[in-house]
Protein backbone atom coordinates (compact mmCIF):
# COMPACT_ATOMS: atom_id res chain seq x y z
CA UNK A 1 0.00 0.00 0.00
CA UNK A 2 1.41 3.12 -1.26
CA UNK A 3 0.33 6.56 1.82
CA UNK A 4 0.48 10.24 0.72
CA UNK A 5 0.23 12.55 3.59
CA UNK A 6 -1.07 16.27 3.50
CA UNK A 7 -2.80 19.12 5.21
CA UNK A 8 0.28 20.34 7.28
CA UNK A 9 0.81 23.90 7.53
CA UNK A 10 1.30 27.25 9.46
CA UNK A 11 -1.04 28.25 12.51
CA UNK A 12 -1.33 30.07 15.67
CA UNK A 13 -1.34 28.13 19.12
CA UNK A 14 -4.76 27.39 19.52
CA UNK A 15 -5.79 26.89 16.21
CA UNK A 16 -6.61 23.40 14.17
CA UNK A 17 -5.50 21.60 11.12
CA UNK A 18 -6.95 18.05 9.82
CA UNK A 19 -4.48 16.17 8.31
CA UNK A 20 -5.06 13.68 5.60
CA UNK A 21 -3.59 10.02 4.45
CA UNK A 22 -4.86 8.47 1.54
CA UNK A 23 -4.08 4.58 0.63
CA UNK A 24 -3.61 3.21 -2.42
CA UNK A 25 -5.07 -0.65 -3.06
CA UNK A 26 -7.90 -2.65 -1.85
CA UNK A 27 -6.68 -3.82 0.53
CA UNK A 28 -6.65 -0.51 3.15
CA UNK A 29 -9.63 -1.63 5.41
CA UNK A 30 -8.12 -4.57 6.35
CA UNK A 31 -4.58 -2.13 8.46
CA UNK A 32 -4.24 -1.09 11.41
CA UNK A 33 -3.14 2.65 11.05
CA UNK A 34 -1.06 4.87 13.08
CA UNK A 35 -0.11 8.80 13.18
CA UNK A 36 3.77 9.39 13.79
CA UNK A 37 5.67 13.19 14.82
CA UNK A 38 8.76 13.94 14.99
CA UNK A 39 10.32 17.33 16.33
CA UNK A 40 13.04 19.10 15.50
CA UNK A 41 15.98 17.47 16.79
CA UNK A 42 14.11 14.66 18.62
CA UNK A 43 12.96 11.36 18.17
CA UNK A 44 9.93 10.06 15.89
CA UNK A 45 7.07 9.17 18.68
CA UNK A 46 3.29 7.82 18.36
CA UNK A 47 0.87 10.04 18.38
CA UNK A 48 -2.39 8.64 17.74
CA UNK A 49 -3.65 5.06 16.25
CA UNK A 50 -6.64 4.00 14.86
CA UNK A 51 -8.02 -0.30 14.44
CA UNK A 52 -8.82 -1.38 10.95
CA UNK A 53 -12.92 -0.57 11.46
CA UNK A 54 -11.95 2.69 13.19
CA UNK A 55 -13.65 0.79 16.26
CA UNK A 56 -11.10 1.94 18.28
CA UNK A 57 -8.80 4.51 18.86
CA UNK A 58 -5.64 5.30 20.53
CA UNK A 59 -3.38 8.46 21.91
CA UNK A 60 -0.90 9.55 23.39
CA UNK A 61 -1.25 11.32 26.75
CA UNK A 62 -0.11 14.94 24.82
CA UNK A 63 -2.70 14.91 22.54
CA UNK A 64 -5.53 13.44 24.49
CA UNK A 65 -8.81 15.24 24.24
CA UNK A 66 -7.36 17.70 21.42
CA UNK A 67 -6.65 15.39 18.38
CA UNK A 68 -9.01 12.68 17.29
CA UNK A 69 -8.02 9.97 14.38
CA UNK A 70 -10.71 8.43 12.49
CA UNK A 71 -10.72 6.68 9.16
CA UNK A 72 -13.21 6.29 6.19
CA UNK A 73 -12.30 2.83 4.17
CA UNK A 74 -14.91 4.14 1.47
CA UNK A 75 -12.29 7.11 0.77
CA UNK A 76 -9.02 4.75 2.04
CA UNK A 77 -8.37 7.63 3.75
CA UNK A 78 -7.58 8.20 8.06
CA UNK A 79 -7.59 11.75 9.33
CA UNK A 80 -6.01 13.47 12.23
CA UNK A 81 -8.00 16.42 13.73
CA UNK A 82 -5.67 18.56 15.70
CA UNK A 83 -7.26 20.93 17.78
CA UNK A 84 -5.91 23.63 20.46
CA UNK A 85 -2.70 23.06 19.00
CA UNK A 86 0.67 24.21 21.13
CA UNK A 87 3.81 25.15 20.17
CA UNK A 88 5.28 22.07 21.55
CA UNK A 89 2.78 20.09 18.51
CA UNK A 90 5.14 21.15 15.94
CA UNK A 91 6.74 18.77 13.96
CA UNK A 92 6.91 16.47 10.61
CA UNK A 93 3.77 14.14 11.02
CA UNK A 94 3.68 10.64 9.22
CA UNK A 95 1.04 8.17 8.56
CA UNK A 96 1.85 4.72 8.81
CA UNK A 97 -0.13 1.28 7.99
CA UNK A 98 0.22 -1.94 9.17
CA UNK A 99 -1.92 -5.40 8.48
CA UNK A 100 -1.47 -7.08 11.64
CA UNK A 101 -2.96 -4.01 13.23
CA UNK A 102 -2.03 -0.52 14.97
CA UNK A 103 0.52 -0.20 17.96
CA UNK A 104 2.79 2.91 19.50
CA UNK A 105 6.47 1.52 18.05
CA UNK A 106 7.35 2.71 14.63
CA UNK A 107 9.06 -0.40 13.99
CA UNK A 108 5.71 -2.63 13.58
CA UNK A 109 4.21 -0.28 10.60
CA UNK A 110 5.44 -1.98 7.33
CA UNK A 111 4.34 1.02 5.24
CA UNK A 112 4.77 5.06 5.55
CA UNK A 113 3.62 8.01 3.99
CA UNK A 114 6.05 10.84 3.15
CA UNK A 115 6.18 13.80 6.14
CA UNK A 116 3.57 16.75 6.14
CA UNK A 117 5.10 19.79 8.38
CA UNK A 118 2.97 20.99 11.36
CA UNK A 119 4.47 24.19 12.79
CA UNK A 120 2.52 25.93 15.25
CA UNK A 121 3.43 29.67 16.32
CA UNK A 122 3.25 30.72 20.28
Known amino acids: VQLQASGGGLVQAGGSLRLSCSAS????????MGWFRQPPGLEREFVAG????????YYVDSVKGRFTISRDNAKNTVYLQMNSLKPEDTAVYSC????????????????WGQGTQVTVSS
Open 50 to 57: VTWNGGST
Open 25 to 32: GRTFRRYG
Open 96 to 111: AADETGWGTSASKYAY
